[in-house]
């Protein structure tokens, strides 16, 4: 889970600023008021995204752009929800189009088939955490959301144990048996970088001369890092139940053989 995550989180980052000029949490939180046939109620809103990404900070760059608004609840005069406008519905088009595109470009030998599989798991498992109504996003903000979280959760608990979080997600490839070097296309970013990446683990005494295993330090620390993230990501997934988590887990397992 953790090497597909960070593969992920790249691409799909990357595919957001190109298309949509706007960071991942951003436009997860624009996702999430445009699944909503009401809007994302504020407090909702607040509480999914401000301990991680500073809620104000991403309604701010959306409402500037008036890709949202706040629309006061009816029945209760003191209560708003951040809805999308117009102009948020059509950037919600278009950039998840940009985000299937970048998966799918990535993702050589991805087939129309396994794509659609991928879809379904992921708009089931939002419909599950979310209660997305009729017009969804191929990506939903659940999941966009936990990607931005582990993201956010994978530099601390890296930066805690002395590494990057390219880093660490290149541990926990080795350790899986990845054959990382052998397969650096399959990696979003250039191979120099991740040469000069292993030549740092390398130093630390985390790897082998080849790349190809780790030393009893590195296990440890591989250990370390996926126990640290699995543990806080659960906890900021809105408390879901262990079984949630789970199946978030089982999805990235998923997309770890339909992907990559």
Known sequence: MVTMAW???AVLESACVSAGDVSLPAYALLVGAFEKEQGLPLKVARA???ALFGFDCLASVLEQRELTERVRNADNRREFALC???RGVAHVE???GALALGIIGYAHDLTETTFEQLV???SSLASQADGVSGTAAL?????LRALCAYHEIAVRES???GMSSLQAALLCAVDAEEGVLQGAARWPVAESILEQQFDELRGKGLVDAEGAALSEEGIAR???FCQGVRARLGGMLDARSEAFVDELCDLCDFAIYALM
């Open 120 to 122: 379904g798991r992921m």
């Open 84 to 86: 999308a406008t117009r």
């Open 222 to 224: 591989a250990d370390a």
């Open 94 to 96: 278009r950039v998840d």
């Open 7 to 9: 593969k992920l989180h």
């Open 139 to 143: 990506f939903p903000s659940m999941l």
């Open 159 to 161: 930066l805690l144990l």
């Open 48 to 50: 999914r995204f401000d």
